[in-house]
Protein backbone atom coordinates (compact mmCIF):
# COMPACT_ATOMS: atom_id res chain seq x y z
CA UNK A 1 0.00 0.00 0.00
CA UNK A 2 2.98 2.29 0.67
CA UNK A 3 4.42 1.50 -2.69
CA UNK A 4 0.91 2.78 -4.30
CA UNK A 5 0.62 6.26 -2.15
CA UNK A 6 4.08 6.85 -2.69
CA UNK A 7 3.62 6.52 -6.75
CA UNK A 8 0.65 8.52 -6.42
CA UNK A 9 2.31 10.99 -4.97
CA UNK A 10 5.16 11.13 -7.16
CA UNK A 11 2.87 11.78 -9.73
CA UNK A 12 1.20 14.51 -8.14
CA UNK A 13 4.00 16.10 -7.90
CA UNK A 14 4.89 15.82 -11.59
CA UNK A 15 1.12 17.13 -12.09
CA UNK A 16 1.40 20.07 -9.63
CA UNK A 17 4.98 20.89 -11.66
CA UNK A 18 3.05 20.72 -15.22
CA UNK A 19 0.50 22.94 -14.07
CA UNK A 20 3.26 25.48 -12.93
CA UNK A 21 4.60 25.03 -16.38
CA UNK A 22 1.40 25.44 -18.32
CA UNK A 23 0.51 28.67 -15.25
CA UNK A 24 3.74 30.32 -16.40
CA UNK A 25 2.98 29.72 -20.62
CA UNK A 26 -0.02 31.50 -20.49
CA UNK A 27 1.18 34.34 -18.37
CA UNK A 28 4.17 35.00 -21.03
CA UNK A 29 1.74 34.67 -23.48
CA UNK A 30 -0.80 37.00 -22.28
CA UNK A 31 2.28 39.90 -22.72
CA UNK A 32 2.03 39.20 -26.35
CA UNK A 33 -0.28 40.85 -28.84
CA UNK A 34 -2.45 38.11 -29.99
CA UNK A 35 -1.35 38.44 -33.72
CA UNK A 36 2.06 37.83 -32.83
CA UNK A 37 4.23 35.10 -34.30
CA UNK A 38 5.15 33.00 -31.98
CA UNK A 39 6.88 28.96 -32.60
CA UNK A 40 5.07 25.84 -31.06
CA UNK A 41 6.54 22.83 -30.38
CA UNK A 42 4.45 19.96 -32.37
CA UNK A 43 6.54 16.59 -31.00
CA UNK A 44 10.29 17.30 -32.33
CA UNK A 45 9.57 20.26 -34.73
CA UNK A 46 8.41 23.62 -34.12
CA UNK A 47 5.68 25.41 -36.40
CA UNK A 48 5.38 29.14 -36.71
CA UNK A 49 1.73 30.30 -35.71
CA UNK A 50 -0.04 33.19 -33.76
CA UNK A 51 0.12 33.58 -29.93
CA UNK A 52 -3.42 33.33 -29.64
CA UNK A 53 -3.64 29.74 -30.96
CA UNK A 54 -0.84 28.32 -28.58
CA UNK A 55 -2.78 30.21 -26.06
CA UNK A 56 -5.76 28.38 -26.53
CA UNK A 57 -3.67 25.11 -26.72
CA UNK A 58 -2.13 25.98 -23.48
CA UNK A 59 -5.23 26.73 -21.86
CA UNK A 60 -6.42 23.23 -22.79
CA UNK A 61 -3.47 21.51 -21.66
CA UNK A 62 -3.51 23.43 -18.36
CA UNK A 63 -7.42 22.21 -17.94
CA UNK A 64 -6.30 19.03 -18.96
CA UNK A 65 -3.34 18.63 -15.72
CA UNK A 66 -5.58 20.43 -13.37
CA UNK A 67 -8.64 17.58 -13.97
CA UNK A 68 -5.63 14.82 -13.56
CA UNK A 69 -4.99 16.69 -9.95
CA UNK A 70 -8.14 16.98 -9.16
CA UNK A 71 -8.87 13.05 -9.75
CA UNK A 72 -5.35 12.23 -8.43
CA UNK A 73 -6.44 13.64 -4.88
CA UNK A 74 -9.99 12.95 -5.23
CA UNK A 75 -8.14 8.92 -5.01
CA UNK A 76 -6.54 9.98 -1.40
Known amino acids: MSSRSSSSS???LELQKEVKR????????S????????YQKNG?????TT???????A???LDHAKS????IRSQT
Open 51 to 57: AKKVKID
Open 59 to 61: EKQ
Open 22 to 29: HEVALDEL
Open 10 to 12: ALE
Open 31 to 38: CLSSSRSV
Open 68 to 71: ELAK
Open 44 to 48: NLFFL
